[in-house]
């Protein structure tokens, strides 16, 4: 199983002999950095301004799943956190440091300490609600500089120009043909699964579906999957929230992964840098640990 931690202090292994000397990091629009030996001092001594995650890998970092979920997650922050990407492999002497014992491992570092995360190659619905705690826990140490970023950074965030594939979906959808639009959707995902256009408008057709078959059923996490997917057609964000969030539901045991499956679907299609989206993680996260 994987292991997860709350950010915590306790037990941190103290990294100031490697900052030493170290130059500080030089601020930068660039949010994901490759560190080695060298570059090691200089993204420590970075922590004492902005809370970095160190994904050490056993070879190219890039070719691991939840390296590019935390690539999506940190760019999403804006520059309030810093993803520093180890190859072990190639750069034991940085892994002996953190006394790392698992690869793949993720790490903070906040103020020069470091505080386990994950272990394993993890999912994007396990990290995103520990990067919020990892915020919380920097800014009580007044680790809060946010990183500028330019205006080139900004430029990629523009609306990308639809494939055919993506624009017959999207007309679909458009269209108000959910069924179709799901499908058409989904066999873009089958052949390109980062296909981020389409997965946002496969949620959204399935969101379209389901409103359009009515209620589901009778039981208490039916009638608030059902409720908050017409809240979120209401433009109700926060009620649709709130339902979903109801501890009284997470009480049973089975509905828990239906819940979380689709809190996470909806805070996809709301935006990861929202800040309802980021109260409603922090709920999220007391429910589950």
């Keep these: 199983m994987t292991d997860q931690h709350v950010p915590s202090e306790h037990g941190a292994v103290r990294l100031d002999e490697f900052s030493s000397g170290g130059a500080a990091a030089s601020t930068s629009s660039l949010l994901r950095i490759s560190v080695d030996e060298q570059t090691f001092p200089a993204a420590v001594e970075r922590s004492r301004r902005t809370p970095v995650i160190f994904a050490l890998t056993a070879g190219?970092?890039?070719?691991?799943?939840?390296?590019?979920?935390?690539?999506?997650?940190?760019?999403?922050?804006?520059?309030?956190?810093?993803?520093?990407?180890?190859?072990?492999?190639?750069?034991?002497?940085?892994?002996?440091a953190f006394r790392v014992q698992v690869l793949p491992t993720t790490i903070a570092v906040i103020a020069g300490q470091p505080v386990p995360l994950f272990e394993g190659d993890v999912s994007e619905a396990q990290i995103a609600p520990v990067l919020d705690q990892v915020l919380q826990v920097a800014a009580q140490q007044g680790v809060n500089e946010v990183i500028p970023v330019d205006d080139a950074n900004a430029a990629d965030d523009a609306e990308p120009a639809l494939t055919p594939q993506q624009q017959e979906?999207?007309?679909?959808?458009?269209?108000?043909?959910?069924e179709r639009a799901e499908q058409l959707y989904q066999a873009i995902l089958n052949d390109s699964p980062?296909?981020?256009?389409?997965?946002?408008?496969?949620?959204?057709?399935?969101?379209?579906?389901?409103?359009g078959?009515?209620?589901?059923?009778?039981t208490p996490?039916?009638?608030?999957?059902?409720?908050?997917?017409r809240h979120w057609a209401a433009g109700e964000v926060q009620q649709a929230f709130d339902t979903l969030l109801a501890p009284a539901l997470w009480s049973d045991d089975d509905a828990r992964a239906a819940l979380q499956k689709r809190l996470i679907d909806l805070f996809d299609l709301a935006g990861p840098t929202e800040p309802i989206v980021i109260d409603a993680r922090r709920r999220l996260a007391n429910l589950l640990f």
């Design 60 to 96: 190219e970092p890039t070719s691991f799943a939840h390296v590019e979920a935390l690539t999506r997650l940190v760019d999403g922050y804006r520059g309030r956190l810093l993803l520093a990407l180890v190859d072990a492999s190639a750069h034991p002497q940085i892994a002996q």
């Design 169 to 178: 979906a999207e007309d679909a959808l458009t269209a108000g043909d959910a």
């Design 194 to 211: 980062r296909d981020e256009i389409a997965g946002q408008g496969l949620l959204q057709a399935q969101l379209l579906r389901r409103l």
């Design 213 to 218: 078959e009515g209620s589901h059923g009778d």
């Design 221 to 229: 996490l039916e009638q608030a999957l059902d409720s908050a997917d």
